[in-house]
T-cell receptor
Framework: KNQVEQSPQSLIILEGKNCTLQ??????????LRWYKQDTGRGPVSLTI?????NTKSNGRYTATLDADTKQSSLHITASQLSDSASYIC?????????????FGTGTLLAVQP | DVKVTQSSRYLVKRTGEKVFLECVQD?????MFWYRQDPGLGLRLIYF???????EKGDIPEGYSVSREKKERFSLILESASTNQTSMYLC?????????????FGDGTRLSIL
């Protein structure tokens, strides 16, 4: 069964600190892995997309890693800011027909406190 | 910037009503999607469309239908609303032939069925 699991479910950190969010997946045939940020009351916004051959990708203070052998990904946030408070969703795409099909994780809810 | 606009942020309807949720995108994307998002669950695909007048069922199409008469507009229809359709509904769009491009989401419609 295609599945994406994220940990932790929620996390509280102090402003300025770093944190790492985890994503494990069992999805086949793998196409790519995406991280989205969803602010409260808003739609998800794409942070990174990584294919099988990429093992690191950065977007500002966000750095995603991918280990396709162990089927794990992480999202590292450096020098957190209050605006980083959001839900972070890991999404794995697999090949299926006219377009890639996506499996969404349930997200990690991050709260950055002053 | 890609803009995906959902017609209502909040909607309250009664059981048995026919409900229309509208979505418009301005980036000439071929693909459009409807998801629902419930607490503790990842986004689940209801329907998607890869061209005008074309549609495919997602993972949870029961109780829903869709309409795509123009490329930029994708409508979700609840034929006879029920309380278990109370949820956040998210519309998304993407290019068809660019597998590693992200889906762009609207800000969602929070629908309550009483």
């Amino acid at each position: 069964k295609n599945q994406v699991e994220q940990s932790p479910q929620s996390l509280i950190i102090l402003e300025g600190k770093n944190c790492t969010l985890q994503c494990n997946y069992t999805v086949s045939p793998f196409s790519n892995l995406r991280w989205y940020k969803q602010d409260t009351g808003r739609g998800p916004v794409s942070l990174t997309i990584m294919t099988f051959s990429e093992n690191t990708k950065s977007n500002g203070r966000y750095t995603a890693t991918l280990d396709a052998d162990t089927k794990q990904s992480s999202l590292h946030i450096t020098a957190s800011q209050l605006s980083d408070s959001a839900s972070y969703i890991c999404v794995v795409a697999f090949y299926g027909g006219a377009t890639n099909k996506l499996i969404f994780g349930t997200g990690t809810l991050l709260a950055v406190q002053p | 910037d890609v803009k995906v606009t959902q017609s209502s942020r909040y909607l309250v309807k009664r059981t048995g009503e026919k409900v229309f949720l509208e979505c418009v995108q301005d980036m000439d994307h071929e693909n459009m999607f409807w998801y629902r998002q419930d607490p503790g669950l990842g986004l689940r695909l209801i329907y998607f469309s890869y061209d005008v007048k074309m549609k495919e069922k997602g993972d949870i199409p029961e109780g829903y239908s869709v309409s795509r008469e123009k490329k930029e507009r994708f409508s979700l229809i609840l034929e006879s609303a029920s309380t278990n359709q109370t949820s956040m509904y998210l519309c998304a769009s993407s290019f068809q032939d660019r597998k590693y491009q992200p889906q762009h989401f609207g800000d969602g419609t929070r629908l309550s069925i009483l």
